[in-house]
């Protein structure tokens, strides 16, 4: 099983601050991994996919890069909205498997 | 409009069983790959199972902690998909989230999700 590790577990930032998020891989994914949102009592929410296509709707803001096994996704400027748990997905090997999260808060 | 709604969810004692049921009306549903993803009480996603389409076996594959317990099925004719989830333990109380990737058909790039059905496992 790949085992993704996020980090850091909390950021603390304040609106219009840059949001740098971390996900390792236990071994390459290449480029199959996604990164979603996700807000109390919602469910999660697509933005990027296969490391650096930000999905339909996502603003210019939220950009992913990396390969292989080390990944980051960036919050250029934080909104308000932007406030909320972030996931990281791999889909290159079954069993699909999920980062512990990095919780993004108002510093 | 497309969605996913599921419903099912409720109290169980453990080693009981429950059947969970995800419709997907206005969605082209017999093309799609669908998996459930769980996640418990205060903690993170989990990947629970996955169903392809009958056009690619209608193959099913699991995550470790259910597998043997919990079987993914679909109706194509009513565009529902299921979980039936037998021999359950307090380990799965979760929200249960039916999940799909709508823009990458027959992929797990998941941009569609349903909003989830409580399950609890408790005596």
């Known amino acids: 099983e790949i085992v993704l590790t996020q980090s850091p577990a909390t950021l603390s930032l304040s609106p219009g601050e840059r949001a740098t998020l971390s996900c390792r891989a236990s071994?390459?994914?290449?480029?199959?991994l996604l990164w979603y949102q996700q807000k109390p009592g919602q469910a999660p929410r697509l933005l990027i996919y296969d490391a650096s296509n930000r999905a339909t709707g996502i603003p210019a803001r939220f950009s992913g890069s990396g390969s292989g096994t080390d990944f980051t996704l960036t919050i250029s400027s934080l909104e308000p909205e932007d406030f909320a748990v972030y996931y990281c997905q791999q889909r290159s090997n079954l069993p699909l498997t999920f980062g512990g999260g990095t919780k993004v808060e108002i510093k | 409009e497309v969605q996913l709604v599921e419903s099912g969810g409720g109290l169980v004692k453990p080693g009981g069983s429950l059947r969970l049921s995800c419709a997907a009306p206005?969605?082209?549903?017999?093309?799609?790959?669908m998996s459930w993803v769980r996640q418990a009480p205060g903690k993170g996603l989990e990947w629970v199972g996955r169903?392809?389409?009958?056009?690619?076996?209608?193959?099913?594959d699991y995550a470790a902690p259910v597998k043997g317990r919990f079987t993914v099925s679909r109706d194509d004719s009513k565009n529902t998909l299921y979980l039936q989830m037998s021999s359950l333990q307090t380990e799965d109380t979760a929200v249960y989230y039916c999940?799909?990737?709508?823009?990458?058909?027959?992929?797990?790039?998941?941009?569609?999700w349903g909003q989830g059905t409580m399950v609890t496992v408790s005596s």
């Open positions: 206005g969605f082209s549903f017999s093309s799609a790959w």
């Open positions: 071994q390459s994914v290449d480029i199959y």
């Open positions: 169903i392809k389409t009958k056009s690619d076996g209608g193959t099913t």
């Open positions: 999940t799909t990737s709508f823009f990458q058909l027959r992929t797990s790039a998941f941009d569609l």
